[in-house]
């Protein structure tokens, strides 16, 4: 079989959810037969907003080499992935329009069904907590979070959320939690991926039972 391709999918005005994408790119690069890519959703400012802002051209602009080693991604990438996960930094309490932007040029694949039973995981940065990480998404995907005992770690363990990955963004770079976590979204994402696309004879019963949607 083919390898089980899986999309790290994010949006970053500043790089902070970039660097949480890699640490879930390594994660779902631990799964055996994984094929993983990172790409960007593209940037809806226009350039003269940039132009204007002085300060938001620099946000844009230190993170800009880091960021374009990862190349724009188009909603037929979402099509072929086995399993995605979305990252977008908090703008004002949601997630950032360009996302949104991106998700609502789904509606063809949406009505042919093209989603529907891919495994999905959310990831975010926030500058603060509770600064809107709790918004999720769904598109008939399947939503793949982390379950509680890896949060319940420790009095000292203080990265992710159930429902996904979530760095707090203070300046510092990802803690060895932050970092953590992301890499065991990334990991369950990638089994996940190859559990509901697997063809192999002893479990082609449930197989076509996800491959049929009703
Ligand atoms: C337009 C805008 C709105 C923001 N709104 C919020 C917010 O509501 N809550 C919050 O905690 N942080 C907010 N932030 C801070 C970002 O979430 C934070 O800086 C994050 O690290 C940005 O991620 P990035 O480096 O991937 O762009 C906002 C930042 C911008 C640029």
């Known amino acids: ?33 994984t094929e993983v890519q990172i790409k960007r959703i593209p940037e809806i400012i226009p350039e003269e907003a940039f132009e204007k802002d002085q300060k938001l051209k620099e946000i844009r602009d230190r993170s800009a080499e880091f960021q374009n080693q990862f190349a724009i991604a188009t909603v037929d990438d979402l099509i072929q992935a086995h399993g995605v996960a979305f990252g977008t ?41 509770h600064g809107g990480e709790e918004l999720t998404l769904n598109l008939g995907m399947v939503p ?12 000292e363990f203080d990265g992710g959320s159930p429902y996904g990955a979530i760095y707090i963004n203070k300046g510092k770079g990802l803690s060895e939690d932050d970092k953590k976590v992301a890499r065991i979204l990334g990991h369950r994402l990638a089994v996940m991926s190859h559990l509901l696309n697997c063809d192999c004879e002893k479990c082609n019963d449930c197989h076509s039972l996800v491959k049929k949607p009703h």
């Open 1 to 33: 079989m083919e390898n089980i391709k899986v999309l790290i999918l994010y949006y970053s005005l500043g790089g902070g959810t970039g660097k949480l994408a890699v640490e879930v790119a390594k994660g779902a690069e631990e799964v055996e037969g």
């Open 89 to 129: 930094p908090v703008h004002f309490g949601s997630f950032a329009s360009q996302v949104k932007q991106f998700i609502d040029q789904l509606s063809p694949a949406w009505v042919k069904g093209q989603l529907v039973n891919k495994p999905a995981s959310v990831f975010c940065v926030s500058g603060s907590l």
């Open 144 to 155: 793949v979070g982390i379950p509680y005992p890896i949060q319940g770690e420790g009095p």
